[in-house]
């Protein structure tokens, strides 16, 4: 894979391999993770695929500390999601997204409209959480992590995510609900 | 239901909700993007290496400056040893007489280089000759042996004596003092 590999000693090219080996199968079971987390901050396809892309190159140049997969995982979570929340701050293609072609497809026209509103706010009322309710509310509904999954990908004790995973939920029903009775008047 | 007559939002509809919104997967070409992008970085292994071989360096850096400093800073840092009189010409085989100062300098610093920034008092030189015939001079008048009157008057005298001008001075009247009855030794 690398120029490198050739002139190192046999041992150095060996430990490059195993290393390589288990990046990659690292990279296959992460990757939706990370682009997922990315996606729920920018909504924005390939700004999610590129923060995702340099969160992995990232974990790759620190690869020999994170060879622990568990570990390997909390961290392209965190770093993931950090990487993303700077560039929705600062990148202004932000504003086009992709929201409206990620929802499942309608049955008929009218569904598919109401479909797009009810994306629509409740994207609006999960930007509106702070980051810490943010971040366990989307990794409490990406590949079906329970409470313990969370704590130890973000490193806080369950009680901890719990209490912030009740926050979220309550500020969002009554977003959302507060939303909806202001459309059906 | 709510008193407006809406269905209070349960939490796994909650979830469903936020689960169909993150259903989304990356593109195909994602993964192998990834990997190209990984491909033109240096191996962990290697790029590890090369680090800990730069922090040596680092530290092998900071090591000569610290050794380089700490020999230099002796020369400074001690007080020069305190000037003392003495005389100008002193002992009969005294050629070359340093200052005090200099001459523990030099003794501190033996085998050393000297730094170009310190500059120590100029030394006195008086060639063995002439300080033999100083002394044989100075002698030599103590003793009488050496009269300096003729070589003095010979100077010759360039400057022109200075005219002054005769002052008149008149002659002062006494009169003598006598008692009125003519009588002397008489009070």
Known sequence: MHEYTDRLPGSVAAVNAELEREFEARLIESSTLAFRIA??????RQDAEEVAQEAFVKAYRRFTQLRDRDRFRAWLVRMTWRLAIDRQRNDRRRAVREQHHEIAPAPTAVDDVLARERADQLWRAIDALPDKLRIVIVLANIEGHDVAGVARLLALPPGTVKSRLFLARQRLKEQLQWTLKGTTR | MDPQGHDAMTDAALDGEIRRALAVNPSPEFLARVRTRIASEPDPAARRLSLVLVALAVVAVAIVAIVAISHRRPAWTETPAPLTARPFVGTAALVSLPPANARTFRSMNAGRPRTGDLKPEPEVLIAVDEAKALRALISGIR?????????????????????VDEIAIEPIAITPIAPATGETGVR
């Open chain 2, 143 to 163: 003793e009488g042996r050496i009269v300096l009157t003729p070589e003095l008057r010979a100077v010759p005298v360039t400057s022109e004596p200075l005219s």
């Open chain 1, 39 to 44: 996606f729920s901050v920018l909504r924005h």
